[in-house]
């Protein structure tokens, strides 16, 4: 019992990971003691979070624009070259984009359906033969998707794009699960609620207080709450779980 939730040894990539929900995971895989690399746009910022992360253990940064097609192939690539199997895959970079519906252009359909889904997608099939390498019945490997809350209740902002796109994740979470299942891969969704991170900055500056008293537990969400989850669910802990949707937010979504 004393290794159910152990992640020691294992190698994981979480995109997203140089800040917000992202980082979050990765500095608690990272203190876990598990091997991280840590994918973002920004090479500068992706480096120095990983040297940060490295004084607590061993994180890689690798610079993609997961939004390319072409960025999303390399990137496997390199995982691959460097490690050939992969125990854990955290799919959470993602766009947001909030406007009227009036005034929504379609460029942010484009924009962020096609980083928050395709690229999901297109990087876990391009990973699964390094997942399929790292993976046991007994331990598979594990995909961990980032959705949100967005995708299970219709938000408060005009978010239209975003919230279609996290429900599309919740769903392609649920379809991958069934295909690779027979691989030795299982797939999960997480989907947070309100979070301090990038993304979330100017709501809660905005709207903090109203969101954190309308909470049912009362608070916004912490990090180890992040780390928590997806500890559970790349360790021995989670192995028997596959194509589920775990809300983590204070129970706003499961108690309204």
């Known amino acids: 019992m004393k290794d159910l939730f152990s992640i020691q040894g294992k190698t994981a990539l979480v995109t997203g990971g140089s800040s917000g929900i992202g980082y979050m995971i990765a500095r608690g895989f990272v203190e876990a003691g598990a091997k991280v690399y840590i994918a973002s746009r920004k090479q500068d910022v992706c480096e120095e979070v990983a040297a940060e992360l490295s004084e607590v253990g061993e994180c890689i940064p690798l610079a993609a624009d997961l939004q390319l097609d072409s960025e999303c192939v390399r990137l496997s690539g390199e995982i691959k070259s460097r490690e050939g199997a992969l125990d854990i895959l955290v799919n959470n970079a993602g766009a947001n984009w909030a406007a009227p519906m009036s005034e929504f252009p379609s460029s942010a359909w484009d924009k962020v359906l096609g980083l928050n889904v395709k690229a999901v997608f297109e990087l876990t099939r391009e990973l699964v033969p390094a997942l399929e390498a ?87 969400g912490r990090p180890e709450d992040m780390a928590g989850i997806a500890i559970y669910l790349a360790s021995r802990a989670g192995a028997y779980v596959t194509g589920a949707v775990i809300p983590v937010d204070g129970g706003n979504s499961t108690t309204t």
């Open 134 to 220: 790292a993976g046991t019945s007994e331990d598979p490997a594990r995909v961990i998707n980032i959705g949100s809350i967005d995708g299970l209740t219709p938000p408060l902002l005009d978010t239209f794009s975003y919230s279609a796109s996290k429900a599309a994740v919740h769903h392609l979470t649920r379809v991958l699960a069934k295909k690779l299942a027979e691989k030795n891969i299982t797939v999960n969704a997480v989907a947070p609620g309100p979070f301090q991170s990038r993304m979330m900055k100017a709501t809660l500056e905005n709207f903090g207080e109203s969101i954190k008293d309308s909470t049912p537990l009362g608070r916004i």
